[in-house]
C-alpha cells in the first residue's frame, strides 16, 4: 500500500496518525500480535520501531506503537489534578467470554471471547449500572497503560463544543468565519459551527493516499511536529493549514468525514475560551472524574493539541467518559457537564446526511457532534476511532463499553461485523440479567 | 556563543538539554522571566518555540522550555501506579521569606526572598522533620506542574545503582567490559563500576561546544530522538554512541564530570536487571514514596531513557524522593531502598580525587554515585543539575531543600555564592528553631 514515493521527507508517517487511517489496510497476519517489539537493551535490530520509520502506524509494528505514541513523538499531557482516583466498582460476570452472537456479515456463530481476539482487542471495559462486569486486557496494554484513542478524541472535542453551547459560551449557528476572522477566506469561512460539528462541510480536501498530490500530505506535513527541512515554506501547525482549504461544495447537505473539520473546531473553543480543548477537557472531566491517570494528546509544532485524533489514555478513565455520558454529565454525584449537552449528542443527526457517506455498518446511523449515533431500539451511541477503538454508550442495557484496539485494517468496517452484534448481544444478556424485559 | 555552523543540522540544539550544558552562558537579561511564551491561539510569531529552534534550551526560551520538554522531544513516561498519593504535612514558617545571609562571593547581605529571585527560581520546597516549611512557585511552573531536573536525574540513576550493589545484584568492582560484552572495546571496557559512579574514568570525550569536532555534537547526534537526515551512518542511540569512546587517561585518579559514564551505568543496569533506570526508579521509588503525579524522561531514537539528565517531575515529588534519602530509605512506614545504599552515598568519595577538577564553591566536596557530597559540618550532600536545579539533603538539620530552576549561566558556579550559604543559613534558622544547639 505504500505507494507514496519513498523520496518524500520522514515526516510523512505521520498521516496516517494525525488523520486516523492507516497505510496499510490490507495484512490481518497474526504477526500483530508478535511480541518482543522494543524488548532488550538494545532490542534486536529488527525489532526497534523509530519515528523515522514510515511504517510504525501499520501492522505488525501498529500494535506497539498504539500504546507508545509519546516514546514517538512531541505530545502535552493531560492532567488528571493531584487528588485520589476514585475507584470503579467491580461486579464481574465470568459468563460474558462465552456468550454468543452472529457475525453481521456471514451469520456464523462466535462467542465475545472470540471476537475479543478476532478484533485484535489491547483491552476492554464493560460496565453496567456503573460497575465494572468484564475487564480484560492483551498486546501492549494493561492496567498501567495507556493507548491511542484515535478519532474517539473528535468525540471528546464535541463533547466540551456540546458544553460550551449548553452554556451559552458558543451559539451553534455562528458562522466560523466570524468567529475566527482567520478563517473567513477559507472553505470554513461561511458555514456553521454545527455544520463542523455534524460533518456536513463541503470542504475541497482529499485523503487518497495512493495520490502524492492530495491535500492529506501537505496537512500531515504541516501538522507534524517534528523539524522540517531546511527552506520549508508551507504552512507549519493546524492554524495556518486550516487557512488555506478551499470549498468544494455547498454545505449542510451531506455527511463528509474529514478530520480538519474538528481541527477548526478545536480553534473556534480556543478562541471563545482563551483555553485549548486538552485544558477544557482536563479542568472539566480529566480532573473531576476521579481518573486514575493522566492522559495526553499529541500536538502540532506549536503546541496544538490534536483534537480530531491525539487522545492517548488508560483504558478506565475512557470508560469513565462513557459512564459520564450515560449519567447525562453527573458523575461521583457532581454535574460536570450539562445534561443538554449530551441530550443533544444522543438524539443523532440528520439520517438522509449520514447515508450519502454510504457507511453499510450503520444503516440507520447519523454523526451528531463528532459523535456516531446508532438510531437503534437501545438508543446507543459511539465514539470511534480507527483500528478498532470505541467508547460505546448503551442507555437502555446501562452499559457502557471502552475498547483499545490494533486492528490491522484501519477503517472500523473491518471489525464491525465481530463487534456491533455483540455489543447488542451483551447488551441484551445484561438486561435479561437485570430483570429487564 | 552560538559559535557552532549553522549549516549544522537541526538536531544540533539537542546538545544542551542531552548534556545539561547550555549554549548560552552570557545572558542574564530579565527577559528570561517574560511572560507569553507559547500563550495564544496561535501565540505571537516572536513567541514561538519550536523542537526546530536552535535556542530553545538557552535563555530567554529556557524560562519555558524548563517546563514543556515533553512538548519538544519524544519522551517515556515515568509511572506513579494508579494509588493516591501521599499527601505531605504542612507547618509553613513565613520568617523564611527574610532569613539573612551573606553571598559567599561578595559577602553582601542578602534574603532568602532576595535570593530566590536572583537564582531565576521556578518553585523551591523546604522540608523540615518531614513537614513542608516552606514552597514557593514561579515562572513557567506551579504545583500541577513538571520541571526538567537536569543532572538530578543521575544522582537518581545513582540510588538505584547503590540500591542494586546493596542487594547484592551489582559488584561495584565488577569490570565494566565483563558486564556490557559490547563495551569491552572502548574506553569504559577496562573500568569498575565504581569508577563510573564516581566518573573518575579517563575518557577521550571533549564537550567543548566551541569546536565544532567536539565529540559532544557526535554524541547530541546520535543521542536524539529526532529523525536523523537521508543517509545518515553514524551512531543512532546511547548504546551505539559509547562503544564509540575512546580512553584518554587512566581511570580511577581524578573525577572528571562526563555524563557518558551515566549513560554506560544504564546500560550496565539495564542488562543486569532487564529494566531500564526509569522501569526500576518506577517500581522502586516513584510507585512507592506517595508520588503526586507520573514523571517522564526524555530518551533517543530506540527509546532508551537518558540515565544520565533525562527526568522531569513535579516538585513535591523530587522533595520527596529527598525525604526518602535523608531517612535512609524508609518512607511512609516502608523500606523502599536499603539504607546502605543512602549510607554509601552519604559518606562521599575521594576528596583528592575532587579537587583536580577545580570546583571552586565546592572546596571539600567529592561526587560520590552521581552526587555531590559538601563533606561540610551538617554532612550535607545534594544532586545538582544545570540552570540551578538542586536537590539539597542535610541530615544534621533534618532538612530537604528540593529547587527548580532557570538560571541562565548552565553551571551552577553562576548561582552557588547566592545558594549554597543560603542552604547553611536555613539550616542554622531551623536547627535553632527546632532548640537543637
Known amino acids: 500500500m505504500q505507494t507514496v514515493s519513498n523520496t518524500l521527507c520522514a515526516w510523512r508517517w505521520i498521516a496516517p496518525i494525525l488523520l486516523g487511517l492507516s497505510l496499510s489496510t490490507a ?12 524488548e532488550g ?54 459468563n460474558i467470554n462465552a456468550l454468543e452472537f452472529r457475525r453481521s456479515d456471514t451469520g456464523v456463530t462466535m462467542t465475545w471471547a472470540d471476537a475479543y481476539t478476532a478484533n485484535h ?15 480484560q486486557y492483551a498486546g501492549c496494554l494493561d492496567e498501567f497503560g495507556k493507548h491511542a484513542a484515535m478519532s474517539m478524541t473528535k468525540s471528546l472535542t464535541g463533547l466540551i463544543t456540546e458544553t460550551l453551547i449548553a452554556e451559552g459560551v458558543l451559539n451553534e449557528n455562528a458562522i466560523v468565519g466570524e468567529l475566527i476572522p482567520e478563517l473567513k477566506g477559507s472553505a470554513f469561512g461561511n458555514a456553521t459551527l454545527r455544520q463542523l460539528l455534524n460533518m456536513t462541510t463541503g470542504l475541497d480536501y482529499s485523503e487518497d493516499y495512493s495520490d502524492p498530490n492530495a491535500d492529506v500530505w501537505v496537512y500531515s506535513q504541516a501538522v507534524s511536529p517534528l523539524p522540517k527541512p531546511p527552506g520549508f515554506e508551507g504552512p507549519r501547525s493546524y492554524f495556518e493549514y486550516l487557512q488555506t482549504v478551499k470549498p468544494e ?23 471563545a475560551t482563551g483555553k485549548s480543548v486538552l485544558e477544557l477537557l482536563s479542568e472539566r472531566i480529566w480532573q473531576k472524574m476521579g481518573a486514575e491517570q493522566e492522559g495526553y494528546f499529541t500536538i502540532d509544532s506549536i503546541g496544538t493539541p490534536f483534537a480530531g485524533g491525539g487522545l492517548s489514555s488508560g483504558l478506565r478513565d475512557l470508560a469513565r467518559v462513557g459512564q459520564l455520558m450515560l449519567n447525562e454529565g453527573s458523575l461521583n454525584g457532581e454535574q460536570l457537564v450539562p445534561a443538554a449537552a449530551i441530550r443533544s449528542i444522543a438524539a443523532g ?11 453499510t455498518s450503520m444503516p440507520n446511523g447519523s454523526y451528531k457532534s463528532l459523535w456516531w ?47 456491533l452484534p455483540a455489543y447488542q448481544a451483551l447488551a441484551d444478556y445484561l438486561m435479561k440479567q437485570a430483570g429487564t424485559p
Chains 1, 2 share one sequence.
Open 349 to 359: 443527526a440528520n439520517p438522509e446526511h449520514f447515508a450519502k457517506a454510504g457507511y
Open 373 to 419: 449515533v446508532f438510531h437503534n431500539n437501545n438508543g446507543a451511541y459511539a465514539a470511534r476511532g480507527v483500528h478498532g477503538q470505541t467508547l460505546y454508550i448503551d442507555p437502555t442495557a446501562d452499559m457502557v463499553i471502552a475498547r483499545f484496539a490494533s486492528h490491522p485494517q484501519a477503517a472500523n468496517s473491518g471489525n464491525d461485523a465481530t463487534s
Open 27 to 38: 495484512a490481518f497476519a497474526d504477526t500483530t500480535t508478535a511480541d518482543g517489539w522494543m
Open 249 to 271: 461544495s455547498k454545505h449542510g447537505t451531506a455527511f463528509a468525514y474529514k478530520t480538519i473539520n474538528v481541527d477548526a473546531i478545536g480553534w473556534v473553543i480556543a478562541r
Open 41 to 94: 537493551f538494545p532490542p534486536p535490530a529488527d525489532r526497534i520501531i523509530r519515528n523515522s520509520d514510515r511504517d510504525f502506524f501499520s501492522a505488525p509494528k501498529l500494535a506497539w506503537s498504539v500504546c507508545h505514541l509519546r516514546e514517538l513523538l512531541p505530545t502535552k499531557s493531560l492532567p488528571r489534578g493531584l487528588a485520589a482516583p476514585v475507584l470503579l466498582d467491580y461486579q464481574l460476570d465470568s
Open 121 to 135: 482487542t489491547d483491552g476492554l471495559v464493560v460496565l453496567h449500572k456503573g460497575k465494572v462486569v468484564y475487564e
